[in-house]
């Protein structure tokens, strides 16, 4: 039996889903789509949306239906969806337990906000706090990633009585005009001031960063080395140098409130730090009196396989915990969990949020987190994700075009270069063969500083094969381009 399912999915990538250790097939077929045309909403577009909203491709796609790893387009073309709405599906596209979740919940009570009790918000809140270790207990709920870090701010101020935060280079942390400042991303930034306060230290980037350095992946940067002492790698030491004279010169003496970090860059394009980096700025940021904040938005809930949440790879405990996107697997939810003591200092204000924890939300976040559980998806993300580096790494071999591959578990990078260099790959050759993926029906995210870097971070559910149809689908798509710019 076990050997008819393996033929059925090497045969037919668009019949299969992982649900923990067992392939299974299924025949689901896409309804026929019965929306307004594609020109219709490419006129829409032109005529109501914003024109910071733009296309990633050429022939945008018009799609209408999801299924676990899959997209369906208006005229049904399948897509292997390895970014997941922007990391954000984890347990697959209208997961029938999730979907049935919600359903359940929408015929009960939609909306009261938590000036009332309703059971589903302690129900979820029990589930979710389960997940944290220590004195992590208190959970505030939210509606987006924006949203959490906002939130995370004024507890880091409040309880700290100081002004000043710290975030990585290249960092995102949302985009809001309070966000902007925290976010050290020049493309997210609009030419306006920003709230004062918030300082960017260089980022630890063992690719890009000028020490290098061993990360907490099977794929080294090419010919990187590394004295090691214990886990840490000592090049982390001299990134800490660098945050150090960020705390002692920039920083008014004894005004620190926080620091905010990503356990894996994720808009950055999948940027990991030399081992014992972020302990070591944990350990830092504590002794200058601030807060350390982890920002679980996208590495949260498995996805990086070892761990359920990304900090508990560097060994911290943070004093705050934000996160969003995988959480509600595309309901939009978010969440900021903190310690009491932390919380108490919030209470020198009134605070509520009207749709945070709502009934819906708090039913499709519990379901969640039981599909995480009962499918092993945080082990899938390992198993999978390693068998996906190990694959990219025998590509890297065959396109010297490929400067660097990275990441663990089901959040990877790879980042183009112009051959020979580090100097990244123009964005118009990236979105070329970005277009040959997409037409060949494998969808992948792009990222980082220049625009360089392919992310995956599929739906957490993928198998080994959509990793075989994937690798393929980018070989072919990188010699396309390669030999068209050649002629």
């Known amino acids: 039996?076990?050997?008819?399912?393996?033929?059925?999915?090497?045969?037919?990538?668009?019949?299969?889903?992982?649900?923990?250790?067992?392939?299974?097939?299924?025949?689901?077929?896409?309804?026929?789509?019965?929306?307004?045309?594609?020109?219709?909403?490419?006129?829409?577009?032109?005529?109501?949306?914003?024109?910071?909203?733009?296309?990633?491709?050429?022939?945008?796609?018009?799609?209408?239906?999801?299924?676990?790893?899959?997209l369906y387009d208006h005229e049904n073309k399948k897509y292997l969806d390895l970014f997941a709405g922007i990391v954000t599906v984890s347990v697959g596209h209208?997961?029938?337990?999730?979907?049935?979740?919600?359903?359940?919940?929408?015929?009960?009570?939609?909306?009261?906000?938590?000036?009332?009790?309703?059971?589903?918000?302690?129900?979820?809140?029990?589930?979710?706090?389960?997940?944290?270790?220590?004195?992590?207990?208190?959970?505030?709920?939210?509606?987006?990633?924006?949203?959490?870090?906002?939130l995370a701010i004024l507890l880091a101020k409040a309880y700290t009585g100081n002004n000043d935060i710290i975030s990585l280079q290249s960092s995102y942390h949302g985009y809001s005009t309070g966000l902007m400042a925290l976010t050290a991303s020049q493309s997210y930034r609009m030419p306006m001031p920003v709230p004062p306060g918030f300082y960017h230290t260089p980022l630890a980037d063992p690719f890009r960063g000028y020490w290098g350095g061993w990360r907490d992946s099977i794929s080294q940067v090419p010919g990187a080395s590394c004295s090691t002492t214990g886990q840490d790698c000592d090049s982390a030491d001299k990134y800490i140098h660098q945050l150090n004279e960020v705390l002692e010169t920039s920083i008014?003496?004894?005004?620190?409130?926080?620091?905010?970090?990503?356990?894996?860059?994720?808009?950055?394009?999948t940027v990991q730090f030399p081992k014992g980096y972020i302990r070591k700025a944990q350990q830092?940021?504590?002794?200058?009196?601030?807060?350390?904040?982890?920002?679980?938005?996208?590495?949260?809930?498995?996805?990086?396989?070892?761990?359920?949440?990304?900090?508990?790879?560097?060994?911290?405990?943070?004093?705050?915990?934000?996160?969003?996107?995988?959480?509600?697997?595309?309901?939009?939810?978010?969440?900021?969990?903190?310690?009491?003591?932390?919380?108490?200092?919030?209470?020198?204000?009134?605070?509520?949020?009207?749709?945070?924890?709502?009934?819906?939300?708090?039913?499709v976040g519990s379901a969640v987190l039981d599909v995480i559980e009962e499918e092993q998806l945080q082990n899938n993300c390992k198993e999978v994700g390693k068998y996906f580096i190990e694959q990219l790494q025998q590509?890297?071999?065959?396109?010297?075009?490929?400067?660097?591959?990275?990441?663990?578990?089901?959040?990877?990078?790879?980042?183009?270069?112009?051959?020979?260099?580090?100097?990244?790959?123009?964005?118009?050759?990236?979105?070329?063969?970005?277009?040959?993926?997409?037409?060949?029906?494998?969808?992948?995210?792009?990222?980082?500083?220049?625009?360089?870097?392919?992310?995956?971070?599929?739906?957490m559910c993928i198998n080994k094969e959509n990793v075989d149809l994937a690798v393929d689908v980018l070989d072919k798509a990188i010699k396309q381009h390669l030999t068209a710019k050649s002629k």
């Open 284 to 363: 830092l940021v504590k002794k200058y009196g601030g807060l350390f904040v982890s920002d679980e938005v996208q590495t949260g809930f498995g996805r990086t396989g070892d761990h359920f949440w990304g900090f508990q790879g560097h060994g911290i405990m943070p004093d705050i915990v934000t996160m969003a996107k995988g959480i509600g697997n595309g309901f939009p939810m978010a969440a900021v969990v903190t310690t009491k003591e932390i919380a108490a200092a919030h209470a020198k204000a009134a605070y509520f949020n009207t749709f945070g924890g709502n009934p819906m939300a708090s039913a």
């Open 1 to 70: 039996m076990a050997a008819r399912v393996f033929l059925l999915c090497s045969k037919n990538f668009s019949r299969c889903c992982f649900t923990g250790h067992v392939r299974q097939a299924s025949n689901f077929v896409p309804k026929e789509y019965k929306g307004p045309s594609y020109e219709k909403t490419e006129q829409l577009k032109a005529d109501h949306f914003p024109p910071a909203v733009y296309n990633i491709y050429k022939r945008p796609l018009l799609l209408h239906q999801g299924h676990m790893q899959w």
């Open 94 to 150: 209208c997961h029938p337990k999730v979907v049935a979740a919600l359903q359940n919940q929408i015929n009960i009570l939609w909306h009261t906000t938590n000036i009332y009790k309703q059971p589903k918000i302690y129900e979820y809140i029990e589930k979710l706090v389960s997940k944290f270790p220590g004195d992590l207990k208190v959970v505030y709920l939210v509606n987006s990633g924006s949203e959490a870090n906002d």
């Open 395 to 459: 590509l890297q071999k065959h396109h010297p075009v490929i400067g660097d591959v990275r990441g663990k578990g089901l959040m990877l990078g790879i980042e183009l270069v112009v051959p020979g260099t580090k100097t990244a790959l123009p964005v118009t050759d990236v979105s070329e063969i970005l277009e040959i993926t997409k037409d060949n029906g494998v969808l992948f995210g792009r990222g980082g500083r220049w625009g360089n870097v392919l992310r995956i971070k599929p739906p």
């Open 252 to 269: 008014p003496a004894g005004r620190l409130a926080a620091m905010f970090a990503e356990s894996i860059q994720g808009v950055n394009g």
